[in-house]
């Protein structure tokens, strides 16, 4: 059996790094909830770190726990490499940043008790992390996802595309340059907006509610599945799929095709339980004895939560007031903002939402067909400002001036980091 390792990771303990949002990590220790015990070993991700250092970790058929920070590690000893680099970019890379703004709820009159505090910003990498043969990272984030900069020409492109998260950081209140070169950005950012954001930002809002309610369905379907298998005289596999067939609304050529879906829907659950550690074969006989074992429906995956549903009817609202007006309106106001505060706070079912949705699309599409903005970005002008932002980190780092562009520049990372031994 091989022993190679990555250079550089066996100083790093596992137990100590920083578990950004979503890491996969296994627990080390065995757990009660209630009168459930929860082995030791099953496979949960991170969905918040508490000041103590305490983690909380969904897992699938038990729902969310809490851990000392000791008791988890990362399920892949590639997430460790990936965290030591993450923190050494953001530790390098932080001094870089051009331009910064709190986005998010907060900036759009949405946020709550319980909302965070979220940044975005663009940074200017030196140009010695440009010049060698070790790819520079595009982005740094911090550990907890709240604090995302881009690198200028990431930042560039996904502005020439309208992405929605691209222009919110240029236009939004507050938005501060804390460099020239974010104060060239600033005037520039007129360049980046055509009627580009109906697609952007209006049909890819459409698109998630579709996927939101199809994966609606399929929690349900979790649901009454395993509640099914509890039964005195639980059905078999055929049975299960005849009655999974039923309730499908998916079109299908045939009956035969219903079924056969079914099946494999009924084979990708039982994978997925399998994959976190739930059964103790990835097969339906293991599925029967975790529903009849006390096994729970899964947690509501992240793609179902409120704050999705809410997030795209906003986009919604505002492509269509940019598209008519030709100026953007970020913060929310007046009953569309007491909407999407019920729609937050879970007082709305998905169903609704979905019908405002439709409902709202006329609107959009009336908006476009009338908007004064241009047919696409003024790609001149946004090739003009990423040449001239990359003359200017060359004239800096030959000038050897003052600042992290020149004599004060964070070292770049050395090659070979990652070669095996």
């Known amino acids: 059996m091989s022993t190679k390792r990555p250079k550089g990771l066996a100083p790093i303990d596992p137990l100590s790094i920083e578990l950004p949002h979503g890491t996969e990590v296994t627990c080390r220790v065995p757990r009660m909830l209630g009168e459930r015990r929860v082995p030791k070993g099953v496979v949960g991700r991170v969905v918040k770190v508490h000041e103590s250092g305490d983690v909380d970790i969904a897992v699938t058929g038990y729902g969310v726990l809490t851990y000392e920070r000791d008791q988890v590690r990362p399920r892949k ?5 990936f965290a030591q680099r993450r923190q050494a970019d953001w530790d390098a890379l932080r001094p870089c940043a051009i331009l910064e703004a709190t986005v998010g709820s907060r900036a759009w009159g949405l946020a709550d008790e319980g909302s965070d505090t979220d940044t975005r910003g663009i940074l200017a990498l030196p140009f010695s992390w440009r010049a060698g043969i070790v790819e520079p990272p595009d982005c740094i984030v911090t550990a907890d996802g709240s604090t995302t900069f881009w690198d200028f020409p990431k930042a560039l492109s ?7 998260n691209t222009l919110e950081l240029l236009f939004v209140d ?4 804390l460099d020239p070169m974010g104060e060239w950005i600033l005037r520039e950012r007129e360049a980046f ?10 049909r890819y809002a459409m698109s998630q509610l579709a996927k939101l309610s199809h994966s609606a369905r399929l929690a349900e379907h979790r649901g009454l599945l395993l509640d099914w298998l509890r039964a005195p005289d639980p059905p078999d596999l055929d049975q299960v799929a005849e009655r999974l067939a039923d309730l499908s609304p998916r079109p299908a050529p045939s009956r035969s095709d219903k079924l056969l879906a079914a099946k494999e829907y009924i084979k990708q659950l039982y994978r997925s339980l399998f994959d976190q550690g739930l059964l103790q074969a990835c097969d339906f006989a293991s599925l029967v004895l975790y529903a009849r074992g006390g096994g ?12 999705n549903a809410y997030n795209l ?12 007006t030709g100026r953007p309106r970020l913060r929310m106001e007046g009953a569309m903002r007491e909407r999407l505060l019920a729609i937050k706070g879970g007082q709305v079912s998905l169903d609704e939402v979905l019908a405002e949705a439709a409902a709202l699309v006329p609107e959009l599409e009336a908006a476009r067909d009338a908007t004064s903005l241009p047919r696409g970005p003024d790609l001149a002008r946004a090739d003009a400002l990423s040449r001239r932002l990359h003359e200017e980190i060359a004239r800096r780092w030959i000038a050897r001036g003052p600042g992290p562009w020149g004599r004060e520049a964070p070292a770049p990372p050395e090659p070979g980091v990652a070669a095996l031994e």
Do not use: Y
């Not at 996904?158 to 929605?164: I, M």
């Not at 009817?313 to 008519?324: E, H, S």
């Open 77 to 81: 000893p590639g997430q460790v490499r």
């Open 158 to 164: 996904q502005a020439v595309r309208a992405d929605p």
């Open 174 to 177: 507050g938005v501060r340059a």
């Open 193 to 202: 907006v055509s009627v580009e954001i109906f697609g952007s930002f209006g």
């Open 296 to 307: 729970l429906q899964p947690e509501p995956s992240r793609e179902l939560r409120p704050k």
């Open 313 to 324: 009817l906003r986009l919604i609202a505002v492509a269509t007031g940019w598209l008519r």
